[in-house]
């Protein structure tokens, strides 16, 4: 017997960084049910709502009005459940169970998971509703006189309640199910291998293929609908800057083009090669900017502010995150706290499942640190400066980005900017970080799509990789032309319902699954009718002897110090 | 932790006993890795097959007698061996209702030095206490032997029956090693021709053989497709 056997653990050696893919280039690896309905259902839904713009209109923003308001209650309980699980899970028994095994190394530095993390997960609605959102609840606010300082505080709150740690809470969730049913069970990197312990090994039937289309197609329309509404905020932005840059279609199908290149070429280099090298620039060049208007803006106020806003936060978050607006009697949150949950909701699976796959290696603890702790801090950071500076203009400065900010979101960064020195450089910066936002969502939105579609394999084939960045590209852009981007991203956001079904249904097959991992299942052995013969016991008069064992022969040849290490190193 | 793991695994432990003219004469622990009645134990218990029997244990935590007069046992038959790597596959032979955990095998390169583990094993078989017993303790050191086995040594004092019991890794919950004995640190030195001094003899550092052998073992017979996501 040779030392090679088993030299990597069985777990991991389905899920260590696979090679790259072998054979011909258009060699295809697709699961035939899950590519092919997904993308059919993709083209169908957007030649139908290009041909029909003003019925899907109609019908998506119906849909989604009926589901935020008779669900929004069950969209705040399924967040707080969830973000209460997550953070028990990096309390509780679980916390060192390591994903991919306790022999699994990370494959990625602290700093550039992060940096995944963060690019992925929160993106471009961070840069513009930076600014936006607190201006939003500062001059219309539901809990306090409009205008006040009062005010400044609820709409900093709330903003916070919006981006922190729910939504991170359920990211966290998808992540950790995925990665822990891919690299410690060993079943594929999809959507449905979270439910095995509930479906057994009816996840690879229908009902599996139905929860990968919805996934596939939920995060194409979420990933298409953000790039092609997110182009002409970039748009308006560039002209605001260049009033040479018309805002015209043109320009922003140019814009659709450029990025969708850049995300393809970083796609086909992988997550080494193009992602991760994308994702650490895009946060490079957003942390200068933030440190750029916290240093030019009023430093003090902010950092003032963000010590205070937390406090705040922690203080009121018992009473936000479970508001409903009951005794108050209107519509506010269905506007905005649902409407949140449901697009966080509707992402998860997206940002889940690269979160999973850009995680092998960590433990559940440093897991949910990573993913739930440090980017609502990050993310908190990043809103006190932008919002704070709004809220210190309008409030005591010379005014005026609570108007920008009602006629133009995008316009309202810019508008920012504007009022402290160097706006010029800021801009110009500011434009880099959206683009880089854009490219990081896009490429990894393709990335989970190519793994849901190839059934699971984490290195999808190049062809099929620039298949989906590029009709990731033609869908937005097909959207921007022939209209139906607000139509399509409301229908996206109604599908959160679904999910959050899913999601609770997810936590419960991830607890069921980690217990049974660790302990809870036992054997069990039934002798039922048994009626073989009963021996009788007796003690042992003389130990038996073995001889020597042949662990202690030394084998032929000299004995090399430090012995090579074969197999039982590194997995 | 450990008591949930012992709640676990305990169940799958059995008392490798001989059957001599209806006597039955005991030799280790043996422990359950497949629902078709497969277990594991260390190979130089099984070197002889005839009269080989497996003596289910009863899976609930009560008091019980320490000692049982008589016993049902089953009998099995070794299927693999592999005797440099003190690994033998056992079967039983009659058909049994047998359930197991769906996660339950690891590997000993997802053990670290210093993690808790587990071992369980009928330590004072020999005595006639037929009971399981869990002791805790720690990874201690991971060798290589001279001919070149993977080791896990560590700090718990098995006793002559734990041997063929099951080393659990308590952080994940899965056997990583297979009770082998207690480590002798003469066996190592011994046939050296500059050895005169007898080192103290009973340490507390017992050993185990990684269980990827037995893995291994288990792989040729075919029998790692369906357990969970182990194979």
């Given at each position: 017997m040779t030392d090679k056997?088993y030299?990597?653990?069985?777990?991991a050696?389905?899920t260590?960084?696979?090679?790259p893919?072998a054979?011909?280039?258009?060699?295809?690896d697709?699961h035939p049910?899950v590519?092919?309905?997904?993308?059919?259902?993709?083209?169908?839904f957007?030649?139908?709502?290009i041909?029909?713009e003003?019925?899907a209109?109609?019908?998506f923003g119906?849909?989604?009005?009926a589901?935020?308001?008779y669900?929004g209650?069950?969209?705040?309980?399924?967040?707080?459940?969830?973000?209460?699980?997550?953070?028990s899970?990096m309390?509780?028994?679980?916390?060192?169970?390591?994903?991919?095994?306790?022999?699994?190394?990370?494959e990625?530095s602290t700093?550039?998971?992060?940096?995944?993390?963060f690019s992925?997960?929160?993106?471009?609605?961070l840069?513009f509703y930076?600014?936006?959102?607190?201006?939003f609840h500062?001059?219309?606010?539901?809990l306090?006189?409009?205008g006040?300082?009062?005010?400044?505080?609820?709409?900093m709150?709330?903003t916070?309640?919006?981006w922190g740690?729910h939504?991170?809470?359920i990211?966290?969730l998808?992540?950790?199910a995925?990665?822990f049913?891919?690299?410690?069970k060993?079943l594929?990197?999809s959507?449905?291998?979270?439910?095995?312990?509930?479906?057994?090994?009816?996840i690879?039937g229908?009902?599996?293929?139905?929860i990968?289309?919805?996934?596939?197609?939920?995060?194409?329309?979420g990933?298409?609908?953000?790039l092609g509404?997110?182009?002409?905020q970039?748009?308006?932005?560039l002209?605001?800057?260049?009033?040479v840059?018309?805002?015209?279609?043109q320009v922003?199908?140019?814009?659709?083009t450029g990025?969708t290149a850049?995300a393809t070429w970083?796609?086909?280099?992988?997550?080494?090669?193009?992602?991760?090298?994308l994702?650490?620039?895009?946060v490079?060049?957003?942390a200068?900017?933030?440190?750029f208007?916290?240093l030019?803006?009023?430093t003090l106020?902010i950092?003032?502010?963000?010590?205070e806003n937390?406090?705040?936060y922690?203080?009121?978050f018992?009473?936000?995150?479970t508001?409903n607006e009951?005794?108050d009697?209107t519509?506010w949150?269905?506007g905005?706290?649902?409407?949140y949950?449901g697009w966080?909701?509707?992402w998860s699976p997206?940002?889940?499942m690269?979160?999973?796959?850009v995680?092998?290696?960590r433990?559940i603890?440093?897991?949910?640190k990573?993913?739930?702790?440090?980017?609502t801090?990050?993310?908190f950071l990043?809103?006190t400066?932008?919002?704070?500076?709004?809220?210190y203009?309008?409030?005591?400065g010379a005014?005026?980005i609570?108007?920008?900010v009602q006629?133009?979101i995008?316009?309202?960064l810019?508008v920012l900017?504007?009022?402290?020195?160097?706006a010029?450089?800021?801009?110009?910066?500011?434009i880099?970080?959206?683009i880089?936002f854009?490219?990081?969502?896009s490429d990894?939105?393709?990335?989970?799509?190519?793994?849901?579609?190839?059934?699971?394999?984490?290195?999808?084939?190049?062809?099929q990789?620039i298949?989906?960045?590029?009709?990731e590209?033609?869908?937005a852009?097909?959207?921007l032309l022939?209209?139906?981007?607000?139509?399509?991203?409301?229908?996206?956001?109604s599908t959160?319902?679904?999910?959050?079904?899913?999601?609770?249904?997810m936590?419960?097959?991830?607890?069921?699954?980690l217990?049974?991992y660790?302990t809870?299942?036992?054997?069990?052995?039934?002798l039922?009718d048994?009626?073989?013969?009963?021996?009788?016991?007796?003690p042992?008069?003389?130990?038996?002897?073995f001889?020597?064992r042949?662990?202690?022969l030394?084998r032929?040849?000299p004995?090399?110090?430090p012995?090579?290490?074969?197999?039982?190193?590194?997995? | 932790?450990?008591?949930?793991?012992s709640q676990k695994?305990r169940?799958?432990?059995?008392m490798?006993?001989?059957?001599?003219?209806?006597?039955?004469?005991?030799l280790?622990?043996?422990?359950?890795?497949?629902p078709?009645?497969?277990?594991?134990t260390?190979?130089?218990?099984?070197?002889?097959?005839?009269?080989?029997?497996?003596v289910?244990?009863h899976?609930?935590?009560?008091?019980t007698?320490?000692?049982i007069d008589?016993?049902?046992?089953?009998?099995v038959?070794v299927?693999a061996?592999?005797?440099?790597?003190?690994?033998a596959l056992?079967r039983?032979?009659q058909p049994?209702?047998?359930?197991v955990?769906?996660?339950?095998?690891g590997?000993?390169?997802?053990v670290?030095?210093?993690a808790?583990?587990?071992s369980l094993?009928?330590?004072?078989?020999?005595e006639?206490?037929?009971?399981v017993i869990?002791?805790?303790?720690?990874?201690a050191a991971?060798?290589?032997?001279?001919?070149d086995?993977?080791l896990?040594?560590?700090?718990n004092?098995?006793?002559d029956?734990d041997?063929?019991?099951?080393l659990?890794h308590?952080?994940d919950?899965?056997i990583v090693g297979?009770v082998?004995?207690?480590?002798d640190?003469t066996?190592v030195?011994?046939?050296?021709?500059?050895?005169d001094?007898r080192?103290p003899?009973d340490t507390?550092i017992?050993f185990a053989?990684a269980?990827?052998?037995?893995l291994e073992l288990?792989?040729?017979a075919?029998l790692l497709a369906?357990?969970g996501?182990?194979?």
């Amino acid at each position: 017997m040779t030392d090679k056997v088993y030299s990597a653990p069985p777990e991991a050696s389905v899920t260590a960084p696979a090679d790259p893919p072998a054979g011909p280039w258009y060699r295809l690896d697709v699961h035939p049910w899950v590519f092919f309905t997904s993308a059919a259902i993709i083209i169908l839904f957007v030649v139908l709502t290009i041909f029909f713009e003003q019925h899907a209109d109609d019908l998506f923003g119906r849909v989604q009005g009926a589901v935020s308001r008779y669900a929004g209650w069950f969209f705040v309980g399924t967040m707080n459940v969830i973000l209460i699980y997550v953070v028990s899970l990096m309390l509780g028994r679980f916390g060192n169970i390591r994903l991919g095994g306790e022999g699994a190394r990370p494959e990625f530095s602290t700093l550039s998971w992060f940096a995944m993390l963060f690019s992925a997960g929160m993106g471009i609605g961070l840069l513009f509703y930076g600014v936006a959102e607190p201006m939003f609840h500062f001059v219309a606010s539901p809990l306090a006189e409009a205008g006040t300082p009062e005010a400044a505080r609820v709409a900093m709150d709330f903003t916070f309640l919006h981006w922190g740690l729910h939504p991170w809470a359920i990211y966290a969730l998808v992540g950790l199910a995925l990665a822990f049913f891919a690299f410690n069970k060993g079943l594929p990197l999809s959507i449905r291998a979270v439910f095995h312990p509930l479906l057994g090994e009816r996840i690879y039937g229908p009902i599996g293929n139905v929860i990968d289309i919805m996934a596939t197609v939920a995060t194409m329309f979420g990933v298409a609908t953000s790039l092609g509404l997110g182009v002409q905020q970039v748009n308006a932005g560039l002209h605001h800057v260049f009033p040479v840059i018309p805002q015209t279609a043109q320009v922003q199908l140019l814009l659709i083009t450029g990025i969708t290149a850049l995300a393809t070429w970083s796609v086909v280099r992988g997550l080494d090669g193009g992602i991760k090298l994308l994702s650490q620039v895009n946060v490079v060049v957003a942390a200068a900017l933030m440190f750029f208007v916290m240093l030019l803006g009023p430093t003090l106020f902010i950092m003032n502010a963000f010590i205070e806003n937390i406090g705040i936060y922690v203080q009121n978050f018992a009473h936000l995150s479970t508001w409903n607006e009951t005794y108050d009697n209107t519509q506010w949150q269905n506007g905005w706290t649902v409407f949140y949950w449901g697009w966080w909701i509707a992402w998860s699976p997206f940002v889940g499942m690269f979160i999973a796959r850009v995680s092998y290696g960590r433990t559940i603890r440093e897991f949910v640190k990573g993913v739930l702790l440090i980017p609502t801090l990050v993310t908190f950071l990043w809103l006190t400066t932008f919002g704070g500076s709004a809220l210190y203009i309008d409030m005591f400065g010379a005014g005026g980005i609570a108007k920008a900010v009602q006629e133009n979101i995008p316009v309202s960064l810019f508008v920012l900017l504007q009022n402290f020195p160097l706006a010029q450089v800021t801009s110009l910066l500011a434009i880099t970080v959206v683009i880089t936002f854009f490219v990081t969502s896009s490429d990894s939105g393709s990335l989970v799509i190519d793994i849901i579609t190839a059934g699971g394999n984490t290195e999808p084939p190049k062809i099929q990789r620039i298949f989906w960045a590029v009709l990731e590209g033609l869908v937005a852009g097909a959207l921007l032309l022939g209209g139906g981007l607000v139509a399509l991203q409301t229908a996206a956001i109604s599908t959160g319902l679904p999910f959050a079904v899913i999601l609770l249904g997810m936590a419960v097959s991830l607890h069921r699954g980690l217990n049974q991992y660790q302990t809870g299942q036992a054997f069990a052995v039934t002798l039922g009718d048994y009626q073989g013969p009963q021996f009788r016991t007796a003690p042992t008069r003389k130990l038996p002897t073995f001889g020597r064992r042949q662990l202690w022969l030394r084998r032929p040849g000299p004995a090399v110090r430090p012995a090579p290490s074969v197999g039982g190193g590194q997995a | 932790m450990l008591q949930g793991l012992s709640q676990k695994f305990r169940g799958g432990c059995m008392m490798l006993v001989r059957e001599q003219e209806q006597d039955l004469s005991f030799l280790g622990t043996a422990f359950l890795v497949h629902p078709q009645g497969y277990l594991l134990t260390a190979a130089h218990l099984a070197h002889r097959s005839e009269g080989l029997h497996v003596v289910p244990t009863h899976p609930n935590d009560e008091f019980t007698p320490m000692t049982i007069d008589r016993a049902a046992a089953l009998a099995v038959a070794v299927v693999a061996s592999d005797t440099a790597h003190d690994s033998a596959l056992l079967r039983i032979e009659q058909p049994l209702d047998i359930a197991v955990p769906d996660d339950f095998l690891g590997s000993a390169d997802q053990v670290r030095t210093g993690a808790s583990i587990l071992s369980l094993g009928y330590a004072f078989g020999h005595e006639q206490l037929h009971e399981v017993i869990a002791v805790g303790g720690h990874v201690a050191a991971k060798i290589r032997s001279p001919n070149d086995t993977r080791l896990i040594l560590f700090d718990n004092m098995v006793q002559d029956g734990d041997i063929g019991g099951p080393l659990i890794h308590a952080g994940d919950g899965h056997i990583v090693g297979l009770v082998s004995g207690r480590f002798d640190p003469t066996e190592v030195v011994r046939g050296a021709t500059d050895w005169d001094r007898r080192p103290p003899h009973d340490t507390n550092i017992s050993f185990a053989v990684a269980i990827d052998y037995g893995l291994e073992l288990m792989a040729r017979a075919g029998l790692l497709a369906g357990t969970g996501g182990a194979g």
